[in-house]
C-alpha cells in the first residue's frame, strides 16, 4: 500500500508504481543517466529525458512504515504530511503556490520501504524546487500545535480510506495474518490507537534520524544536463550536514509459514464476493539470483492482463468470474508477497472461482509454461518499457523505488536483460517452490447474506 | 506458554501456574503476609507457613518476551538460561551443586511478562539461597563461548518442544495470528533464525537494562520469620546496586479485530483432530473492574471441569467429544486471549464438535447463567483456594506472577472477594462481549487424511 498527502495523486501514483515495477528503461538510454554523491552522502540519479520541456524532481528518504519503532505506526506517513508544513524559511502554502504559480504539480507518498516528495515543473523552476525541498529536509518547525492539527487529518484519513471501507478493513487483517513478524504486517496509515497517540517528540526524533541527506536519494528526470544539475544540487542539498551514520536497515525476518489461514469479512456493504490467496515470496532485494524475475513472469503468465492463464479461462472461456489476476510485487527490501485474486460473475458461486484458479495455479506449478508462453510474456514487458520510457514520472519512480530498496543504478539497467534471460524451468520452479496451499493466506469478503458461502 | 530451564519443571510449573490463576490464599492468612520494598528498590512479599520446615524462595524479574527488541526474539528465555553459567564469585553449576546437596530443588522459567527462579530448600539455607541469587543478578560471565554454547541448547530445545510437535507449530501460528500487533503474538522460545543471531552484545545489554534489583520480586514463602527474612535480604540483594529507571512497560495494543480466522495445520503425525477458538478478551491489569472476574467464572462455567456445560453437553450427554474445555489466561499484564477447544470421540466429525461448542456458546451469551450455576462455581473457586493453600510453591507462583503484571499484594488477598462479588448478569455480559464467531480466531489441527474435513 502507497498513500499519498493528497487523495488524486494517490491512486495516480500507485498505478504508476505498479507499472515502474515491470518497466525499465531502454538500454539505449543508459549511457545518459548519471548517478554520483554529493560530499554530504545524497545519493543523485539524473535521467535526461529532452522531448518535452519539463522536469520531474524527487526526493526518496529511505524511510517508511516499516521501520517505525513499535507502537508507533503510522509516523512515517504523518511525517510526510508534516513536511508541507511550516519551515524557518518559508511559511506554510508558501512551496505548494510556488509550485501551482509556474503551472507545475507537486506531491508525496509513503509506502513501507519509503517516502517521497516530488514536482514536475519546468526545467528553469528546478532549483527552485530544490532550494524549497532542501529547506524541509532540516529546518521544519514542529509546534504542539502543528501536530494536533495535522494528526486530526490522519485520523480522518483513516477513518475514511480504511474503516468506512470493508475491502480496506479485510486487506489489513489480512496483511497482519500473512505477517506475523516481518514489519509489513502493518498498515501503512498506522492503528488507529496508536495513530491517536502520535506527539511532537516523536516527529522530533523522527524527523532528526531519518531526514537527512545521507538517507535520501534525488531522482531528477527531464529536459536536463547532468553537469547542471549537479551543480544545483551541490547548491542546495549540498548546504545541508550529513547526519549521523543510519545502521544498516535489518528488519525482523518472517519465520517459514506451516499453515493454511484464512481472513472473513461478513458486510452488509458488500454486494459482490471476492476471494485473494497471497504468499510470502523473495523481493528482488531478497531473492537469489533470477527468482524475483520468474516470478514477476510467473504473475505475467498466471494472471497479469487479458491474455493471462487466469483471465482466458476463467473469466473468457468457463465465464464464472468477473475478475481473476495475479501480482507480485518485487520492489521491496524484504520478502514480499505474491497474490491471485477473483470474484464470481452471474449466477457462479465464489467456491467455484476459487476452486478454478486453484486449478490453475496446480497446474502451472505442476506443468510449468510453454517457451511461447514465456516468450509472449518477455515481449508484453518489453513493450510495457516503453510505454514507461514515454512517461517521465514512471521512470524517476523506477529508479528512485529501487535504489530506495536497496538496488542501484545497474540493477535498473540490467533488468531487461535479467529478464530476457528467465527459462521456462525457473518459471515452474518458483511456482511450484512457493505457491504452496497449505501455506497460503486467503482472505474473504463476503456480503451479509453470504455468510455461510 | 511458559518455557521452563528443566523440562521436567516446565510441566509441573505450567500446570502449577494454570492453577494458581484460580487459588489465592484464604483470608485468614492475609495478616500474616508482609511485603516491603528494600531501599535499592527490590519489592519483597513474605508469606509464613510453618507446616513444614521448608521455604520456597523466587525472584521475579518484570521483563518476559513481550518485552523483547524486535528481532531478538526468545533473547528472554535464552537469558534464564545463561543464569545458570558461572558468575565471578561462583563456578557454573556450584549453585545447583549447592541445592542439591542439601536435598533441595531448583528451577526457572519465562513467560510472556516475567521471567523467574525458585529454589526450594530447608530454612536454614534460605540465606545461601539469596546470595547465590543475588549473585548472579549482576556477576554473570558472558563470555562468546558461553553464549554459543547455551545457544546450541536453546535451537535445540525449540526442535524437539516445537517444530517435531504439529500442535506446537500450529499454537505458534494461532497466537501470531490471533495477536497481530501486541508482542504476545512473539513465541516465548522465539522465531528459529532470530534465535541463531542472539550474541553476546544482545544478551549483555539485555543483562543491564532488566537484572537489577529494581526489577525485580523476591517472594519467600515458608517456615520462615519476616523479620529474619527482611534482615538477609538486606545482607544479600541489598547490596547490590539500584539500576537505572526503566520505562513505563507500554507496549503496542492490538486493534480492534474486524474478521474470522482460521488457521489449518494438516499433518501425517495427527491422529485426532482437534480446534480452538480464542478472542482476545481483558485481563486483570487491563480490564474494568469486574470483568475478568467475570471471565474466570465464565471459563469455569462454560468450560472449567467435568461439570461444566462444554464437558456435560458434549462429552456425557451427546458422546461427541473426547474433550471440551474453555479456559481464560487472567494473570497478563496486556490483553490476554479466552480460548475454547475441543476434540471427536468415536465416529464424529471435528464439525459436529465445533457446531456444539459454539451452540452452548451463543447459549450463554444469549441466555446467560443461572443463579446456581454461578454459586456452584464460586464454590469451586473457593476448594480451588484451599487446594492451593496447601502447596507453598503455588503460593509463591500466585504472588510473584500477580507483582510481575503491575498487581499488588492487595490484589491477591481481596480476589477471593471481588470473584464472590460477580453477578450472573456480569458473566452473560461479557459472554455476549466478546465471545463473537465472526471475530474470533480458529485453530484446526488435521490428520493428512482429513485434510478435506
Redesign the interface.
Known sequence: MTLSTRGLGAALLAGALALVAQAPARAGDEAEVKDFLLDNGMEVVVVPDHRAPIVTHMVWYKIGSADEP??K?GIAHFFEHLMFKATANHAAGEFDRAVADIGGSNNAFTSYDYTAFHETVTPSALEQMMGFEADRMRNLILTDDVIKTERDVILEERRSRIDSNPQA??DE?VD??LW??Q?Y??PVIG????MEQLNRTDAKAFYDSYYRPNNAVLVVAGDVDPGAVKAMAERTYGKIARGPDLPPR????E?E??????????DARVSVPSFSTQWVVPSYHTAKPGEAEALDLLAEILGGDNHSRLYQQLVVKQGIASEAAAFFQGTMLDATNFTVYGSPRGDAKLSDVEAAVDAEIARIAREGVTDDELERAKTRYVRSMIFARDKQDDMANMYGSTLATGGNVKDVQEWPDRIRKVTAGQVKAVAARYLVF?HSTIGYLLPQQQAGN
Chains 1, 2 share one sequence.
Open positions: 513499535p507502537g505506526s478493513v479485510l487483517e497482519a495474518t506475523q513478524n514489519p504486517r502493518i492503528w488507529m490507537q496508536e535489518i528488519r525482523p525476518v519465520p509459514q506451516n499453515t493454511k489461514r484464512t481472513v472473513t469479512l461478513t497449505d
